[in-house]
């Protein structure tokens, strides 16, 4: 499984449709100060099932759409998709039917959040389950924000253990647990 695109639209600083191509190797993305790099690593969080409006800098989960600027009104909906190369067959269990998988989230205004990966409809919890159990997600510690490493310095020994049960891959054996339990 590879990530091969990113598509924004209406998502934070990016109204206007936006691909960001992920190809092979390294891809970096440079500019100035406010131009959006930390919202793209956003997107790529968000459309994997983040659902804490702080791990996206908003006070609300609505914060994500575009807000308006001088020049253009505020939009209803944001929406991210990502593209990901599945034509080595390693994608879990359920959603390994094709070479490609499509995973979308919009968001609407006062109507919240919907998932789709191919064009259906799933739950949020299959999309974060997906790449739970592709050992990545919106909490993999692949994915680094500005300021967590020294956050890292400081945590717990719990929370420390948390990032190596996360690189291991079993983070998606302790969601289904504490399912479980509840039931
Ligand atoms: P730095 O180099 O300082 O880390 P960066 O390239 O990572 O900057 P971001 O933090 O990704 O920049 O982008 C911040 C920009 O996104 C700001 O200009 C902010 O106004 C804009 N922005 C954030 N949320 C929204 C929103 N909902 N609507 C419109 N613009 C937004
Ligand atoms: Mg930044």
Redesign the pocket.
Known sequence: MRFSKLRLTGF??F?DPTDLLIQEGLTGVV??????????L?ALRWVMGENRPTAM??GGME???????ASRPARNYAEVALQIDNSDRLAPAGFNETDTLDVTRRITRDVGSAYRVNGKEVRARDVQMLFADAATGSHSPALVR?GQISELINAKPKSRRRVLEDAAGIGGLYQRRHEAELK
């Open positions: 934070k600083s109204v500019g100035p100060n406010g131009c959006g790099k930390s919202n793209l956003e800098r908003g914060d994500v759409i575009f807000a308006g600027a500005q």
